[in-house]
């Protein structure tokens, strides 16, 4: 069993930053590949960005450049840090990661970037 717990979110102005923060229930280098989701309305989920136990970090084109994805072990927390953020950035925003056959994906939390 894994629990992620999502953090971060609010309300921010058009071009503002925030910091989510994902706490995981055990060591993210153990869990190998998490990752953040995020799903607006009446919008199937999507993709954001993958950081890996070692270390490796991809992003989805919409996040290039903005976002960026970061692991604390010591902290078994996972952040995505989001710059210059666009309205259509607003959105509830899930960590995932899998364990053994199994996908476990955080509460969310909401984004909502507006002026």
């Known amino acids: 069993q894994v629990q992620l717990v999502e953090s971060g979110g609010g309300l921010v102005q058009p071009g503002g930053s925030l910091r989510l923060s994902c706490a995981a229930s055990r060591s993210i280098f153990s869990l190998n590949v998490m990752a953040w989701y995020r799903q607006a309305p009446g919008k199937q989920r999507e993709w954001v960005a993958t950081?890996?136990?070692?270390?490796?970090?991809n992003y989805a084109d919409s996040a290039k450049g903005r976002f960026t994805i970061s692991g604390d072990n010591a902290k078994n927390t996972v952040y995505l840090q989001m710059n210059s953020l666009k309205p259509e950035d607003t959105a509830v925003y899930y960590c995932?990661?899998?364990?053994?056959?199994?996908?476990?994906w955080g509460q969310g939390t909401q984004v909502t970037v507006s002026s």
């Open positions: 950081f890996t136990s070692g270390g490796t970090t």
């Open positions: 995932r990661t899998i364990n053994g056959n199994r996908i476990y």
